[in-house]
Each structure stands twice: as structure tokens, then as C-alpha cells.
């Protein structure tokens, strides 16, 4: 018995197989010619850091507050939520009054986590 190709469930991955075969090959061509035709001329001025046009001052491994990364790692909590609203957005006369529920079920639980690290003084600065 002969198979019908368009039967088949994976006939319909193969656009996206040729897609990444396309876009790996781009990725690797691009990154060999760079470094075949880019110039190779190394300096002291061309390895020193470069910060706005300001002088490099002191060690760039002296350690600093941990709350910088709590409160990027924050944002990124809370900004990531974002992203799953606009779906919701875009759906909303489609998901009724269940989706309606839901989002503020959503929007609740964000409320709470902010209400306990405001409460454990994570964005506090000290």
C-alpha cells in the first residue's frame, strides 16, 4: 500500500524544515565571511574598553549590590506578564466573560506577588 504524501502529518513540516535549513545556513555563512574578510587589526585602543567616551577607572570585577539583579530580575518578571496579556487582548469578545474571569484571576495572583515583595522590602534601597 503506497502512502499519500498528502495524508502524511509531517508533510506540512517541511516549509518550516527548508525555513531552518535556510536560516542556519545564513547564520554559519555570515559568521565565516565575517571572520574571513573582517580586519584583524589588534591595538591597545582597540582592546580598551570603551563606556561614553569616558576614561576606564579601576577594576570592572569589583563587586556590587545584588538588589540590581533582584530588581532587573523583577522587571523581567512582571514585563514577561505583559506578554501574556495582549493574546488576551486581542481575544477578548471571543473569550466572554470565562476569559473575562480568568485575566482578573491573572491580574490578582501578579497583585499578590508584588504585595509580598513589597512586603519582604525587595525594592527597598538601603
Not at 506540512?12 to 555570515?30: K, L
Not at 567616551?53 to 577594576?59: C, D, H
Not at 486581542?90 to 482578573?104: I, S, T
Request: aromatic fraction near 16%.
Amino acid at each position: 500500500m503506497l502512502l499519500n504524501i498528502a495524508n502524511n502529518s509531517l508533510y506540512g513540516y517541511i516549509p518550516i524544515f527548508f525555513m531552518f535549513i535556510a536560516s542556519m545556513g545564513f547564520i554559519v555563512v555570515t559568521m565565516l565571511a565575517t571572520h574571513k574578510l573582517g580586519p584583524k587589526k589588534n591595538s591597545a585602543i582597540k582592546g580598551d574598553s570603551f563606556e561614553c567616551g569616558i576614561e576606564a577607572q579601576g577594576n570592572a570585577r569589583t563587586p556590587f549590590s545584588i538588589k540590581y539583579f533582584l530588581v532587573a530580575i523583577l522587571f523581567v518578571l512582571f514585563d514577561v506578564e505583559v506578554i501574556f496579556m495582549y493574546p488576551w487582548a486581542v481575544n477578548f469578545k471571543a473569550l466572554g466573560v470565562a476569559g473575562l474571569v480568568e485575566m482578573f484571576m491573572f491580574m490578582g495572583f501578579l497583585v499578590l506577588g508584588l504585595l509580598y515583595i513589597i512586603k519582604k522590602g525587595a525594592l527597598k534601597w538601603e
